[in-house]
């Protein structure tokens, strides 16, 4: 069964960082790409980032490009989402999501149950 | 930059009744890339469909996805009580990839 564990939420000030963590089972972990997609509260959903199976191939979205940064470990399963600069607006649920190929193809068949960052002062 | 439209925004509906859902894109989706994902409260989305028409692993049959170019559209047969949630469709073949649409609520009449 595949899981996907997010952790690293919480409450965080304008302009401090927090850094992400997804914890991935129950598939084969460097055969896929990986993406975060975030949820604002009552709102709809935002592709962030997602980087490929060798993380020879990363993106962004405009909103957090210059402040986020996307990283895996594979031997770990793990993929990290490390967020500075951090603004009112990038408070949201943020999803870790499986990618469907090894290479981005930006739509994904599994998902986590998400972390919660709140920016707030 | 493609802009994916849902319509219409909430749609009322009775347990039995056929559902269709539009999402219109601002411009021609390559290859049909578009997907649709469902979403309950307080859980995460899930993989309805994607390549516009083929059903995820474990979706049922009375889901069905149809479209090309600008107009898809999402059609459950035969709603049941658990199907009452947000629908979002997604498109992935063009930049910036991965994009949204503001979702369907489909709520109970």
């Known amino acids: 069964e595949v899981q996907l564990v997010e952790s690293g939420g919480g409450l965080v000030q304008p302009g401090r960082s927090l850094r992400l963590s997804c914890a991935a089972s129950g598939f084969t972990f460097d055969d896929y790409a990986m993406h975060w997609v975030r949820q604002a509260p009552g709102k709809g959903l935002e592709w962030v980032s997602g980087?490929?199976?060798?993380?020879?191939?990363?993106g962004y979205a405009d909103s957090v490009k210059g402040r986020f940064t996307i990283s895996r470990d594979n031997a770990k399963n793990s993929l990290y989402l490390q967020m500075n600069s951090l603004r009112a607006e990038d408070t949201a649920l943020y999803y870790c999501a499986k990618d469907w190929a090894a290479v981005p193809r930006y739509y994904f068949d599994y998902w986590g149950q998400g972390t919660l960052v709140t920016v707030s002062s | 930059e493609i802009v994916l439209t849902q319509s219409p925004g909430t749609l009322s509906l009775s347990p039995g009744e056929r559902a269709t859902l539009s999402c219109r894109a601002s411009q021609s989706v390559s290859s049909s890339y578009l997907a649709w994902y469902q979403q309950k409260p307080g859980q995460a989305p899930r993989l309805l469909i994607y390549?516009?028409?083929s059903r995820a692993t474990g979706i049922p049959d009375r889901f069905s996805g149809s479209g090309s170019g600008t107009d898809f559209t999402l059609t459950i047969s035969r709603l049941e009580p658990e199907d009452f949630a947000v629908y979002y469709c997604q498109q992935y073949g063009s930049s910036p990839r991965g994009t949204f649409g503001q979702g369907t609520k489909l709520e109970i009449k």
């Open positions: 390549g516009a028409s």
């Open positions: 980087i490929s199976w060798n993380s020879g191939s990363i």
